[in-house]
């Protein structure tokens, strides 16, 4: 399930499972969005980044979707692991500007 | 390793001292980019420079704070006057090419100002 925590949102599901991880980014002219992996104590790890003129996206078992019209971003993680576990970012930039990020989600995996 | 090295990974300091924060980036990465990350929260851009050239500047990066990147290679950043608020992880990113999207993080400094 999917759950508010103390400082943020968390999604817990069993090893397997399929996760699927929101975003609502905030400017209608962000042209290039970019997901993160941050495990606890190191920096973030890029997974997967997509451009405006593109929907959907697929890498080693992710997939980004990009809906411009609610200006919503999701990350799919298929057949999750438990070295999933971690926080994960989007981000989202309008040309040269620099990246903004997103408040993060907590996945937590459960063998 | 050839990716983003930061050095130290930890530091802690009494309130008053000054700190300096260094980053290497991936070699031949021409953008480098200085973000401040607290607890629960993402990122925030702090600076970044193109080559030697400091481009842009945040409004978080108060007259404390000074970045350089002096041979377009690695930077500094130097926090005078620490203040307890200044605690935070300190991260570096790289990126290539002019719009340089993919930035790639380093393992971040985290500064605990006492």
């Known amino acids: 399930g999917e759950s508010v925590g103390l400082h943020l949102p968390t999604l817990s599901v069993q090893e397997g499972d399929n996760s699927i991880i929101n975003c609502a980014y905030s400017n209608s002219a962000s042209d290039y969005f970019i997901w993160y992996k941050q495990e606890s104590g190191k920096g973030p790890q890029f997974i997967i980044d997509i451009r405006s003129n593109m929907d959907k996206r697929q890498g080693q078992r992710v997939t980004v979707l990009l809906n411009k019209t609610v200006k919503h971003l999701s990350l799919q993680i298929a057949a999750t692991q438990p070295g999933d576990s971690a926080v994960y970012f989007c981000?989202?930039?309008?040309?040269?500007?620099?990246?903004?990020f997103g408040k993060g989600t907590m996945l937590l995996v459960s063998p | 390793d050839t990716g983003v090295s930061q050095n130290p990974r930890h530091k802690i300091t009494k309130r008053g001292q000054n700190v300096t924060f260094r980053c290497d980036p991936i070699s031949e990465h021409n953008r480098l980019y200085w973000y401040r990350q607290t607890l629960g929260q993402g990122p925030e851009f702090l600076t970044y420079f193109q080559n030697e050239a400091q481009l842009e500047k945040s409004r978080l990066l108060s007259d404390r704070f000074s970045a350089e990147r002096p041979k377009g290679s690695f930077s500094t950043l130097e926090i005078q006057r620490t203040e307890q608020g200044d605690s935070a992880m300190y991260l570096c990113?790289?990126?290539?090419?002019?719009?340089?999207?993919?930035?790639?993080f380093g393992p971040g400094t985290r500064l605990l100002v006492l």
């Open positions: 981000a989202e930039k309008i040309g040269y500007s620099t990246l903004t």
């Open positions: 990113a790289s990126s290539f090419g002019s719009q340089g999207e993919t930035q790639y």
